[in-house]
């Protein structure tokens, strides 16, 4: 075999794991397993001084668990990754480990409902107060909120529900020039269609309970980081704060970035929040989501062109007031998605319809295939009214800062037959509506 990095496809179904280590084991082993025997006062001492890698206690890191994080950290080109047992977690413990000292985090209304919940109703009695601002995608603008005790910006890649797209390379740049990072949730991109590093990002967030794992059948969440960002640069002392648990051979206390210099953010997690606070991944719901990672590619091309046509037919329905798809001619994002999402702007994406509050819910219960539920990324395609649930917790003035307006559907395509979605959905119009309408299938 050649030297050649290997490519995306090869990674997701192969990376960080080689057989030997694992009795030949074709299929990764499930590690199901509290703690690990030490083997020695020796090795004891390498173990716990960091001067030998290995496992300890399935809290802190686990074999099964250590083969996801490397496999995804090498699809998203990162130089460290955790996992954790949500997406929620991942938010949470990345902001924490920014700004447990205080501080402000510059964010826009375009997020998932229980990050934008979450910001509203837990940060601030954390002392982490969060600005939300609309115009993300202009960078004068965008700089000019940032305020002295801001530590990091935090956007997603596309938004979920109405499928924002945020101009990363510039968002990085603004954020860079005041020495701080950027944060991307990445969920709905994956890094099939979107790699946020190679375009500045800091820091990655995942759901994997979303398309990574792609099944409906785990919580679990990821945080990587791009191992560029200089946490010396004054903003940050607790990347500089000596610890004894990180002494070296002759028991002098170290730091994070003297003992982890090449991925101190995650290391920082892992032995602080992960130990500490506990939302450990099981070893049994790491292997599901590698096992999901394995088809993602082919899962997103089938998504893809399945929502091309579930699109196409709902740009012909007189009961679609709109849509908000990144790369349809009438979206503001156009651009944008030409840019960052050359493959695809992915399968969750919502639309308006004409009609009251009464004919939605008609509309819904008329649903027969689609199922009706909060989740995303499955491979069943699925139906939300976002503002009675994702989005319930916002007022109406939020609800209008973050434009979800009152007759917004959610979809989330998944890998039926894109024939069987389109009857699906025009029977629950007709139903609803008793119009005629014609099929965009062709
Ligand atoms: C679902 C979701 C989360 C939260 O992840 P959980 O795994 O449900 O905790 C965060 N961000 C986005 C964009 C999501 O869709």
Same mark, same amino acid.
Request: negative net charge.
């Given at each position: 075999?050649?030297?050649?990095?290997?490519?995306?496809?090869?990674?997701?179904?192969?990376?960080?794991?080689?057989?030997?280590?694992?009795?030949?084991?074709?299929?990764?082993?499930?590690?199901?397993?509290?703690?690990?025997?030490?083997?020695?006062?020796?090795?004891?001492?390498?173990?716990?001084?960091?001067?030998?890698?290995?496992?300890?206690?399935?809290?802190?890191?686990?074999?099964?668990?250590?083969?996801?994080?490397?496999?995804?950290?090498?699809?998203?080109?990162?130089?460290?990754?955790?996992?954790?047992?949500?997406?929620?977690?991942?938010?949470?413990?990345?902001?924490?480990?920014?700004? =447990?000292?205080?501080?402000?985090?510059?964010?826009?209304?375009?997020?998932?409902?229980?990050?934008?919940?979450?910001?509203?109703?837990?940060?601030?009695?954390?002392?982490? #107060?969060?600005?939300?601002?609309?115009?993300?995608?202009?960078?004068?603008?965008?700089?000019?909120?940032?305020?002295?005790?801001?530590?990091?910006?935090?956007?997603?890649?596309?938004?979920?529900?109405?499928?924002?797209?945020?101009?990363?390379?510039?968002?990085?740049?603004?954020?860079?020039?005041?020495?701080? +990072?950027?944060?991307?949730?990445?969920?709905?991109?994956?890094?099939?269609?979107?790699?946020?590093?190679?375009?500045?990002?800091?820091?990655?967030?995942?759901?994997?309970?979303?398309?990574?794992? @792609?099944?409906?059948?785990?919580?679990? @969440?990821?945080?990587?980081?791009?191992?560029?960002?200089?946490?010396?640069?004054?903003?940050?002392?607790?990347?500089?704060?000596?610890?004894?648990?990180?002494?070296?051979?002759?028991?002098? +206390?170290?730091?994070?970035? =003297?003992?982890?210099?090449?991925?101190?953010?995650?290391?920082?997690?892992?032995?602080?929040?992960?130990?500490?606070?506990?939302?450990?991944?099981?070893?049994?719901?790491?292997?599901?989501?590698?096992?999901?990672?394995?088809?993602?590619? =082919?899962?997103?091309? #089938?998504?893809?062109?399945?929502?091309?046509?579930?699109?196409?037919?709902?740009?012909?329905?007189?009961?679609?007031?709109?849509?908000?798809? +990144?790369?349809?001619?009438?979206?503001?994002?156009?651009?944008?998605?030409?840019?960052?999402?050359?493959?695809?702007?992915?399968?969750?994406?919502?639309?308006?319809?004409?009609?009251?509050?009464?004919?939605?819910?008609?509309?819904?219960?008329?649903?027969?295939?689609?199922?009706?539920?909060?989740?995303?990324?499955?491979?069943?395609?699925?139906?939300?009214?976002?503002?009675?649930?994702?989005?319930?917790?916002?007022?109406?003035?939020?609800?209008?800062?973050?434009?979800?307006?009152?007759?917004?559907?959610?979809?989330?395509? @998944?890998?039926?037959?894109?024939?069987?979605?389109?009857?699906?959905?025009?029977?629950?119009?007709?139903?609803?509506?008793?119009?005629?309408?014609?099929?965009?299938?062709?």
């Amino acid at each position: 075999m050649s030297n050649k990095p290997l490519k995306f496809d090869t990674i997701k179904i192969r990376g960080g794991y080689n057989s030997e280590d694992h009795n030949h084991s074709v299929s990764v082993p499930i590690y199901e397993t509290a703690a690990f025997d030490i083997g020695g006062t020796k090795r004891a001492k390498k173990l716990f001084s960091f001067s030998e890698p290995g496992f300890i206690y399935s809290r802190l890191s686990n074999p099964t668990v250590e083969i996801l994080e490397k496999r995804v950290s090498a699809l998203d080109g990162a130089a460290g990754a955790i996992a954790l047992s949500s997406g929620m977690a991942a938010i949470t413990y990345t902001l924490l480990n920014i700004a =447990e000292d205080g501080g402000r985090i510059l964010t826009t209304p375009y997020l998932y409902g229980g990050t934008l919940d979450g910001f509203k109703k837990i940060y601030p009695k954390f002392g982490i #107060k969060i600005d939300k601002f609309g115009d993300i995608n202009n960078p004068e603008a965008l700089a000019k909120q940032i305020k002295p005790d801001t530590k990091a910006i935090f956007v997603e890649t596309i938004s979920n529900p109405n499928a924002v797209v945020a101009d990363i390379e510039n968002i990085a740049k603004v954020a860079h020039e005041h020495d701080i +990072p950027l944060i991307v949730d990445n969920t709905l991109a994956t890094p099939y269609l979107l790699n946020p590093i190679k375009y500045g990002a800091d820091i990655v967030v995942y759901s994997a309970t979303k398309a990574l794992n @792609g099944h409906g059948n785990v919580i679990a @969440g990821l945080i990587l980081e791009s191992g560029k960002f200089n946490w010396a640069n004054g903003k940050f002392p607790q990347f500089l704060e000596p610890y004894y648990t990180l002494r070296d051979s002759n028991d002098k +206390p170290r730091n994070f970035l =003297e003992t982890f210099p090449e991925f101190p953010f995650t290391t920082r997690i892992r032995m602080n929040y992960l130990n500490y606070f506990g939302a450990a991944l099981s070893p049994f719901d790491a292997y599901l989501v590698l096992l999901g990672l394995e088809t993602l590619s =082919e899962r997103i091309e #089938k998504q893809l062109s399945n929502t091309k046509k579930v699109i196409s037919y709902l740009q012909e329905n007189d009961n679609v007031q709109w849509i908000k798809y +990144p790369s349809l001619s009438t979206s503001p994002y156009k651009k944008l998605s030409e840019k960052y999402l050359p493959k695809g702007s992915g399968s969750v994406f919502s639309f308006g319809i004409n009609g009251t509050d009464s004919e939605i819910d008609e509309f819904l219960d008329s649903i027969k295939l689609f199922s009706y539920h909060t989740n995303i990324g499955d491979s069943r395609s699925l139906i939300v009214n976002s503002p009675k649930t994702t989005h319930g917790e916002l007022t109406p003035e939020e609800k209008e800062l973050s434009d979800i307006p009152y007759n917004t559907i959610r979809l989330s395509i @998944g890998l039926e037959d894109p024939e069987d979605l389109i009857d699906d959905l025009d029977q629950a119009f007709e139903k609803t509506f008793s119009k005629k309408l014609e099929k965009a299938i062709k």
